[in-house]
């Protein structure tokens, strides 16, 4: 199968790596993760600038000493890379040989055995076969290894790194240079290194096997195949505008279709779906235009490539026919030629993804050294057991690039035990309020202190270490209902497990579920309503059993029935646990020591539920039309 | 994107939905003949070349009875043959991929065209159990995989059988012996490249999905940040995720492993193949049984049909994807539409009375399950309807008969004094607007999502609405106002924001029954005292049905419904139901201590 020599092109090429361009999305507006609230234009400085060290080896150097642990197997695998190309150049000669010596006509040049030459030829396939196999072998493999090393190397960093960061820095952008832009670099350390330095051994030996047999044919045919690749080259800019348009067509038109699905009714009951019908074949005609423009470009770019052989063929012919009229040339000689060029044509296509493929693979080196190079949050800080004496002194609180400050001159004092009660309108800052207990971010000195430590000096697990916490958009990983329950004490015995389950209210639904605890809630627990996730996560804080429970508007989709069963029971089992609740719902705070209400960072209110009430002011009108609605049966929906 | 595992590997090609296909395919027959002609056109152009290869060389080169001029003369006219040859093959696979390209794509534009149009159609709770992603990869990624059927797939194989019957022959006419020999050694590479293939992919396929897990965990590790560190898990976290590292790794190695064994062993057999060729036909050349040219003759044929006896098992991949997306596509297309056609499709004047009916309504999902029973009542123009009850009382879905999203089991309702069955099922839901609590905006502008992309809307009938609906003032405020684009699903407008458009998008239609959901607690008095105004001006002269959590808007009713477990169990007005002491009384009087 000499001719076939594109066929060895079985490593993923160049043009089925997904493109790591960052996505075409426009830039979002930034927005507070706890609040849902815009706070800030889009800002795109969340990486270290590094475009500055634009040097490959700063870019490269951590992937490749991960490669040169590795560096017998990478040894053993580039050593056989030399014998394969020798192997591989040396057949056609033989081929070319035996021709000669089974011509009929006088003159064979070099009369060889045809048993031999054939036995010769079996051996060297298989040499052949047996090099490729061990570098491949190798060095893909050790390229897998550097990928796995890296990716654990990149995501134990970014356990390291500031909450707050990951605000600014969006997932999927993280994601995409982790999987992505790895990729990308782990295709530097093993297929180009095969194939590249497999690519430098035949080309320059190919070419020195062809100039010794005849100088004209050479450049003659060499010139025919630089002017067909260079023709490919022209058109792969284009090539690639193509398919980012193509691409972009598809994607307007699957969002588009996916918004449609998911609004549905709106659509029914509006009779909007003639328009949308009509919106959608206008996409479909778009992306049928720019695909059709594509195929073009590809159906013309095969065409080249396929007429390749046949014209290296002619031309070898052509020139190399007269020769052998002339008698400068057997016919033998003339196939070994041929042979020649078409081994030459894999290393050139090669050698031109290579020049594509580094530019890319650079800056995704680049990108994801930009996350390495991202500082860690501060760890040290006095490791101590903490009871929970939160004291809060003129807090004022600017997320960073915001215009006006999300918290202004607050300040409480709960003791050990005490419950305390957070509420106001959305964006009143009450998430931010718990952020920063947590010291998900960083308050300025002197204003959060716990047992009369400034939080500043305390290290974030201590302080972690103190609070149980239970977001309003709970994070459930995709694992069973008992895992994301244990999440916070993997350890914990079956029966705390089940009390924290019942204190939750979740016992009621775990009929429901196809298999009670041990059911998989789904990416992201999509296989569970809104108030089960909220429910789950208060049994996650819950059996973590923390001196002090936050609670972030945690039972907000959770139906009015089931809440009063949750706070009862939270009541009965407070047994001296410090409680701060931030809610739109007051039911959850009217038993506070204290309450505070928030607008627009400050503190309007204060008091307790009774003391508020008689206020007549933002509490009193917020909790009569709440208590009308639960009375009409509509509070099941805040 | 689909969540679904691909699960066709080994399942049977099914042919069920070819003939659904064929309407498609039957506007483009005619170009799907030309390509069939180009096909054989190539074919035969693939097999002129090498015979001009063996006459330049057994003549020319190698017949040193003729002169020297005459053998360049002769080589000459061969290359410009070849030339001719490969210039023409070059241009008919120009033209075969233009044409395929042009006839396939079209095919699955129409596909695809009627595929969206009728999941349009179909009923509410078919898409209840679709989720959009799903029915969102229908649309795309196995409309692009019919592509794959029909532009390439069949014609290309139906090709590349007839090319290795075509070439066989051609082997067998030019020399028995070695066409025998070639034909003893097929089966083997046939079957390596076959179990290769196998194997590969599915060794592929397990790759897909450890990567697909590993990186949904990745969003985790990086959306779940906030929980992790919240209860110090990050150790936890970071040897989940490299064991899930590592499992890919495993995985991608296991490819590696099938590239490198498989791959070398067809590679080699193919070639010792080659070299068991030169054996035989060298010895004949050497006997003086054949001329070398012939040799190389037979020997470019063979190469010829290395080609797609390589590619067979990857072939056979291919089309079974593309056949298993073909048949999750006509299975939607066989899907029953909502509502059915037929019916009378009354469409009653604009100047009907506004009248709602509910005729004795039952309702059920399943019939041991009753949602609505013998649900009664009738509102005229400028009446209001409060609908008041529990959780789980059947209020949304009686609120989503009236614009017929489903139909009812028993009983009727009536609009305009006719069966909504009855009424063109547009006309019916355009005199008929709802305003759902939540508002679902579209990407696009928003007064795009007020007009829900109705050009005939005029931007001037646009701020009407706004105005009519209270929320001119801040769509005012907004950067471009109509034309500002609508950012990550609306999460920059507050949900009274979003009340305030989700009425306009009901009034710029100027329908004459609103039905609506009223928004809860979680508002600011500020905007509610803006919603209520608008609630107010819109219900003035329309007949309205609203689930109602405010007082103010139950008092003002015309009447009042109870509804408990699917039943009316009350029907009045707010003094008369206090009077009763019923459920109403019992429920106003957890009001017990409001504040003055």
Redesign the interface.
Same mark, same amino acid.
């Given at each position: 199968m000499v001719f076939d020599s594109r066929g060895h092109a079985n490593e993923p090429r160049v043009a089925q790596l997904s493109p790591s361009e960052s996505s075409p999305l426009p830039p979002r507006c930034r927005k507070c993760p706890q609040c849902a609230d815009c706070i800030a234009p889009p800002v795109g400085r969340c990486f270290a600038d590094l475009s500055s060290a634009k040097k490959v080896t700063a870019a490269f150097a951590r992937p490749w000493s991960l490669l040169c642990a590795h560096r017998r197997l990478v040894w053993i695998g580039a050593l056989c890379i030399p014998p394969h190309a020798f192997v591989t150049l040396w057949m056609p000669r033989l081929w070319g040989d035996v021709i000669d010596s089974v011509r009929i006509s006088t003159g064979a040049a070099r009369p060889v055995d045809l048993a031999t030459t054939c036995w010769l030829l079996l051996a060297m396939g298989l040499a052949e076969a047996l090099l490729r196999y061990i570098s491949r072998r190798t060095l893909i493999d050790v390229s897998r290894n550097v990928e796995q090393e890296l990716k654990d190397q990149a995501l134990a960093h970014l356990q390291t790194l500031p909450v707050a960061w990951f605000d600014r820095a969006r997932t999927g952008d993280i994601t995409s240079r982790l999987t992505q832009d790895v990729d990308l670099v782990r295709f530097v350390m093993g297929p180009l290194l095969l194939h590249g330095g497999s690519a430098l051994c035949i080309l320059p030996a190919g070419i020195y096997c062809m100039a010794k047999m005849d100088v004209p044919v050479t450049v003659a045919a060499a010139g025919i195949l630089g002017l067909l690749f260079a023709g490919l080259r022209m058109l792969m800019p284009r090539l690639h505008k193509w398919s980012k348009l193509s691409q972009e067509a598809i994607g307007a038109l699957s969002q588009r279709a996916q918004e449609d699905f998911a609004g549905i009714r709106i659509l029914w009951q509006f009779g909007a779906e003639p328009r949308e019908v009509a919106a959608m074949a206008r996409r479909n005609r778009r992306y049928l235009a720019s695909n059709l423009r594509l195929v073009r470009l590809r159906s013309l770019m095969n065409a080249i490539t396929h007429s390749t052989t046949g014209t290296v063929m002619l031309g070898v012919l052509l020139v190399g026919g007269s020769q052998v009229i002339d008698g400068h040339m057997t016919v033998g000689q003339l196939f070994q030629f041929t042979q020649y060029l078409l081994l030459l044509m894999f290393p050139l296509e090669i050698l031109g993804w290579t020049l594509a493929t580094m530019p890319r693979a650079f800056a995704a080196a680049n990108r994801v050294e930009e996350l390495f190079a991202v500082m860690p949050e501060v760890t040290q800080g006095a490791a101590i057991v903490l009871r929970g004496h939160i004291e809060v002194r003129g807090l004022v609180f600017s997320y960073p690039g915001a215009a006006k400050p999300a918290l202004q001159d607050v300040s409480f004092d709960l003791q050990p035990g005490q419950k305390l009660g957070i509420t106001g309108p959305v964006g009143s800052g009450k998430s931010t309020l718990l952020a920063l207990c947590l010291r998900f971010y960083e308050p300025p000195r002197g204003t959060i202190w716990i047992d009369g430590h400034d939080v500043l000096d305390l290290s974030p697990a201590s302080i972690r270490a103190l609070f149980a916490f239970a977001p309003q958009e709970p994070f459930l990983f995709s694992d069973t209902v008992r895992a994301n329950v244990a999440f916070g004490r993997p350890d914990a015995t079956a029966s705390d497990l089940d009390f924290a389950v019942a204190a939750a209210a979740l016992e009621k639904d775990l009929p429901q579920l196809p298999d009670g605890l041990d059911t998989r809630v789904g990416e992201r627990g999509v296989t569970l309503s809104g108030g089960q996730k909220q429910r789950v996560s208060l049994a996650r804080a819950l059996l973590a059993s923390r001196p002090a429970l936050l609670l972030d508007d945690t039972l907000s989709a959770v139906d009015l029935h089931t809440e009063r069963l949750i706070l009862q029971g939270l009541k009965a089992t407070r047994k001296g646990r410090t409680v701060i609740a931030a809610t739109h719902r007051l039911s959850v705070v009217t038993d506070a020591d204290q309450i505070l209400v928030l607008d627009e960072g400050k503190v309007r209110e204060r008091g307790t539920h009774s003391e508020l009430l008689s206020q007549h002011g933002l509490y009193a009108t917020a909790y009569r039309r709440q208590s009308e609605a639960s009375a009409l049966g509509g509070g099941d929906r805040a | 994107?689909s969540t679904e595992p691909d699960d066709d590997l080994g399942k049977p090609i099914g042919l069920g939905f070819l003939p659904q296909l064929w309407p498609y395919v039957r506007p483009y027959r005619r170009a799907f003949a030309g390509c069939l002609l180009l096909l054989l056109v190539s074919f035969v152009l693939e097999l002129i070349?090498p015979w001009l290869?063996k006459l330049?060389?057994d003549g020319?080169?190698?017949n040193?009875t003729l002169d020297?001029v005459e +053998?360049?003369h002769q080589?000459?006219i061969?290359?410009g043959g070849?030339?001719l040859?490969?210039?023409l093959?070059?241009?008919i696979?120009?033209l075969?991929?233009?044409v395929t390209?042009?006839n396939g794509? $079209?095919v699955i $534009?129409d596909v +695809? !065209?009627s595929l %969206?149009?009728h999941?349009?159609?179909v009923s509410?709770a078919f898409?209840e159990r679709n989720p959009?992603?799903k029915?969102?990869t229908r649309?795309?990624s196995d409309v692009?995989k019919l592509n794959e059927l029909i532009s390439t797939g069949v014609l290309q194989s139906f090709f590349d059988l007839l090319k290795i019957g075509g070439v066989m022959v051609a082997l067998f006419v030019l020399d028995l012996r070695l066409a025998l020999f070639t034909i003893a050694t097929t089966p083997l590479v046939i079957l390596l490249s076959i179990l290769f293939r196998r194997n590969a992919q599915r060794a592929y396929r397990a790759v897909r999905g450890k990567v697909a897990l590993q990186?949904?965990?990745?969003?985790?590790?990086?959306?779940?940040?906030?929980?992790? !560190?919240?209860?110090? +898990?990050?150790a936890?976290?970071?040897s989940r995720?490299?064991q899930l590292?590592?499992d890919?790794?495993d995985s991608? +190695?296991d490819t590696?492993?099938h %590239?490198? #064994?498989f791959?070398?062993?067809v590679? %080699?057999t193919?070639?010792?193949t080659?070299?068991g060729l030169?054996?035989f036909g060298?010895?004949a #050349?050497?006997r003086?049984e054949a001329?070398?040219g012939q040799?190389?003759q037979f020997w470019?044929y063979f190469?010829l049909l290395?080609?797609p006896i $390589?590619e067979l098992g990857e072939k056979y991949n291919v089309l079974q994807e593309a056949f298993a997306s073909s048949e999750r596509i006509f299975k939607i297309l066989a899907e029953p539409v909502f509502p059915a056609p037929g019916g009378k499709n009354l469409a009653a004047e604009r100047t009907g009375s506004c009248e709602i009916e509910f005729r004795a309504v039952d309702f059920a999902y399943r019939n041991d399950l009753p949602i609505l029973q013998t649900v009664s009542f009738r509102a005229g123009p400028g009446q209001t309807i409060a609908i008041?009850?529990?959780?789980g009382?059947g209020?949304s879905t009686l609120l989503s008969l009236v614009?017929r999203?489903r139909d009812v089991t028993g009983g009727a309702v009536l609009v305009d004094g006719i069966d909504v069955r009855d009424w063109d099922? !547009?006309a019916l !839901?355009?005199r008929?607007?709802?305003v759902?609590?939540d508002l679902?905006l579209?990407?696009g502008t928003i007064g795009d999502n007020v007009r829900?992309?109705?050009r005939t809307i005029s931007d001037e009938r646009v701020w009407q609405a706004l105005e009519l609906a209270c929320a001119a003032d801040f769509v005012r405020a907004l950067p471009g106002a109509l034309d500002a684009?609508v950012?990550?699903r609306g999460?920059?407008f507050?949900?009274g924001q979003r009340q305030l458009l989700a009425f306009a $998008?009901a009034l710029v239609?100027n329908p004459c029954v609103l039905v609506l959901d009223?928004a809860?607690?979680?508002i600011?008095?500020a905007t509610?005292a803006r919603l209520q105004q608008a609630l107010a001006a819109a219900l003035q002269s329309r007949t309205a049905l609203i689930?109602?959590?405010?007082?103010s808007t #139950?008092r003002a009713a015309d009447c009042i419904l109870v509804l408990e477990r699917g039943n009316v169990v009350e029907a009045g007005r707010h003094e008369a139901l206090i009077q009763q002491d019923g459920h109403y009384a019992r429920?106003?009087q957890?009001?017990a201590c409001?504040?003055?």
């Open positions: - | 994107m070349g290869m330049a060389i020319p080169m190698v040193l020297s +053998r360049s080589l000459w061969y290359s070849f030339l040859v490969t210039a093959g070059a241009l696979g120009y075969y991929g233009q390209a042009w794509q $079209r $534009r +695809r !065209r %969206f149009a999941l349009l159609q509410s898409h959009a992603g029915l969102t649309v795309t692009e990186n949904a965990y990745t969003a985790e590790a990086i959306g779940g940040v906030c929980a992790t !560190r919240a209860f110090g +898990r990050e936890q976290v970071q995720y490299q590292n590592a890919t790794a991608w +190695r590696v492993f %590239f490198s #064994v791959f070398s062993l590679d %080699f193919l070639r010792a080659t070299i030169l054996w060298g010895s #050349v050497l003086g001329l070398p040799f190389i470019l190469n290395a080609g $390589r008041i009850g529990p959780t009382s209020k614009s999203l099922v !547009r !839901r355009n008929v607007a709802v759902a609590q679902f579209f990407s829900l992309f109705d684009q950012q990550e999460g920059t507050s949900q $998008r239609t009223e809860t607690a979680s600011d008095s509610e689930v109602a959590h405010r007082l #139950v429920m106003l957890s009001l409001p504040a003055p």
